[in-house]
T-cell receptor, first 114, second 115 residues
Framework: AQKVTQAQTEISVVEKEDVTLDCVYE???????LFWYKQPPSGELVFLIR??????QNEISGRYSWNFQKSTSSFNFTITASQVVDSAVYFC???????????FGTGTRLKVLA | NAGVTQTPKFRVLKTGQSMTLLCAQD?????MYWYRQDPGMGLRLIHY???????AKGEVPDGYNVSRLKKQNFLLGLESAAPSQTSVYFC??????????????FGSGTRLTVV
């Protein structure tokens, strides 16, 4: 079975705090891809990052960083020095090789308070 | 470059009414998808298409029909709307080889309320 679990339904932080959003996935496939999407209050879905199963390098993009650990089947997302504009729902998604559809987690709502 | 365009953006239907949601993409993508988003449920796949003239069922297809007569358009139909179909609907598209690299391109969503 393939599954994505985002156990944190909602997180509230104060501006400038660091915050980590957890994503745990399940798949038996050896080739797969993991994604993070952001959904701001305006409602659109914005692609943030893709990681494939053969690349466990962590990635940093500005204040955003991603920690991929196959040993724990996790693909966590950290925002450093959070800002109010980071307030959004964040979705983690899994795509396995040979399939057409993504499996989305239920999302984590992040509220960054000024 | 418009990307993925969904129409309408908002709609209120009465139970039993029918309607069609239109998704248009101008990126020459092969694959197109319809998802619904409900609170606490994430995004669930309704139907998808891997090319012009082809469609397939996703996770929650009941009560919906789709058509892909032209490569750039993917229509989602509700024949007899029910309150359980109140949701936000997202269309997405992707291209073979790119779908794993760049992810989906999503439309801005259609908020549908069935009363």
């Amino acid at each position: 079975a393939q599954k994505v679990t985002q156990a944190q339904t909602e997180i509230s932080v104060v501006e400038k705090e660091d915050v980590t959003l957890d994503c745990v996935y399940e798949t038996r496939d050896t080739t797969y891809y993991l994604f993070w999407y952001k959904q701001p209050p305006s409602g659109e879905l914005v692609f943030l990052i893709r990681r494939n199963s053969f690349d466990e390098q962590n990635e940093i993009s500005g204040r955003y960083s991603w920690n991929f650990q196959k040993s724990t089947s996790s693909f966590n997302f950290t925002i450093t020095a959070s800002q109010v504009v980071d307030s959004a729902v964040y979705f983690c998604a899994l795509l396995t090789s040979g399939t057409y559809k993504y499996i989305f987690g239920t999302g984590t709502r992040l509220k960054v308070l000024a | 470059n418009a990307g993925v365009t969904q129409t309408p953006k908002f709609r209120v239907l009465k139970t039993g009414q029918s309607m069609t949601l239109l998704c248009a993409q101008d990126m020459n993508h092969e694959y197109m998808y319809w998802y619904r988003q409900d609170p606490g449920m994430g995004l669930r796949l309704i139907h998808y298409s891997v090319g012009e003239g082809t469609t397939a069922k996703g996770e929650v297809p009941d009560g919906y029909n789709v058509s892909r007569l032209k490569k750039q358009n993917f229509l989602l139909g509700l024949e007899s709307a029910a309150p359980s179909q109140t949701s936000v609907y997202f269309c997405a598209s992707s291209h073979p080889g790119q779908r794993s690299s760049y992810g989906y391109t999503f439309g801005s969503g259609t908020r549908l309320t069935v009363v």
